[in-house]
T-cell receptor, first 113, second 112 residues
Framework: DTGVSQNPRHKITKRGQNVTFRCDPI?????LYWYRQTLGQGPEFLTY????????KSRLLSDRFSAERPKGSFSTLEIQRTEQGDSAMYLC???????????FGPGTRLLVL | GNSVTQMEGPVTLSEEAFLTINCTYT??????LFWYVQYPGEGLQLLLK?????DKGSNKGFEATYRKETTSFHLEKGSVQVSDSAVYFC???????????FGTGTKLQVIP
C-alpha cells in the first residue's frame, strides 16, 4: 500500500492556459474523490467516481473543469482556460465502498499568474 | 445541507497544556465524524473517527466523542507537544454519498 499519489505536486501556469493533474489512488480502492482547498479554508468537494463512473459533481465544478477515470484506476482533472481564481490546492482521495474513511494524497498546488 | 463549524484559530498553547478544539455539525441522518490533521507542508491525514453516537475516537493521545444530543465532536488532548503543531480539520461524511464536508480548520501552535 503506497498511498494516494498525485502529480505534479506544484504547477505554475499563465491565465488562459490548460492544466491537467493526475491522481493514482490506493490500489483496489474503487472510489476516487477530488477536492479543492483554498488558503485558510477546508477542502471542498468537487466530484467523485465509483470505478469509472462519475457519480456526483459539485456546483463548484464549472464547465471549464473536467474529470475522468477511464479504466477505474487513475484519474485526471483538467482545467481549461485557467483563471486566477483557480489557484488552490487540488486534493485527491480514495476509499473502498463500505468504508467511511477517505485517504488523501499530498495534493497539487496550482498557481495561476 | 451538511455543514461543520469549528472554533477559529490560531490556538497557541504551551507544551504540556490541555487542548480542546470545539466542533459542531449539521447533518441529516447519522453521519460519520472525523478529525483530520495537516502538518506543515504535508497532506491531510486521518487522526481519528467515530461512526455512531457515543463512540469515542482516539489516536496519538487525542480523543473525541460523538455527541448526537449536542451535535458535537470536540477534539481533546491532555498534554500537547511541539510536534502537535498543525492545522486540525473537523469533518463529516454522509453515509449515502460518502463525500466529506470539512470545517475551515483550526491552526494549533505549541510553544516550548
Amino acid at each position: 500500500d503506497t498511498g494516494v499519489s498525485q502529480n505534479p505536486r506544484h504547477k505554475i501556469t499563465k491565465r488562459g492556459q490548460n492544466v491537467t493533474f493526475r491522481c493514482d489512488p490506493i490500489s483496489e480502492h474503487n472510489r476516487l474523490y477530488w477536492y479543492r482547498q483554498t488558503l485558510g479554508q477546508g477542502p471542498e468537494f468537487l466530484t467523485y467516481f465509483q470505478n469509472e463512473a462519475q457519480l456526483e459533481k459539485s456546483r463548484l465544478l464549472s464547465d471549464r473543469f473536467s474529470a475522468e477515470r477511464p479504466k477505474g484506476s487513475f484519474s485526471t482533472l483538467e482545467i481549461q482556460r485557467t483563471e486566477q481564481g483557480d489557484s488552490a490546492m487540488y486534493l485527491c482521495a480514495s476509499s473502498y465502498v463500505g468504508q467511511e474513511t477517505q485517504y488523501f494524497g499530498p495534493g497539487t498546488r496550482l498557481l495561476v499568474l | 445541507g451538511n455543514s461543520v463549524t469549528q472554533m477559529e484559530g490560531p490556538v497557541t498553547l504551551s507544551e504540556e497544556a490541555f487542548l480542546t478544539i470545539n466542533c459542531t455539525y449539521t447533518a441529516t441522518g447519522y453521519p460519520s465524524l472525523f478529525w483530520y490533521v495537516q502538518y506543515p507542508g504535508e497532506g491531510l491525514q486521518l487522526l481519528l473517527k467515530a461512526t455512531k453516537a457515543d463512540d469515542k475516537g482516539s489516536n496519538k493521545g487525542f480523543e473525541a466523542t460523538y455527541r448526537k444530543e449536542t451535535t458535537s465532536f470536540h477534539l481533546e488532548k491532555g498534554s500537547v507537544q511541539v510536534s502537535d503543531s498543525a492545522v486540525y480539520f473537523c469533518a463529516l461524511s454522509d453515509r449515502g454519498y460518502q463525500k466529506v464536508t470539512f470545517g475551515t480548520g483550526t491552526k494549533l501552535q505549541v510553544i516550548p
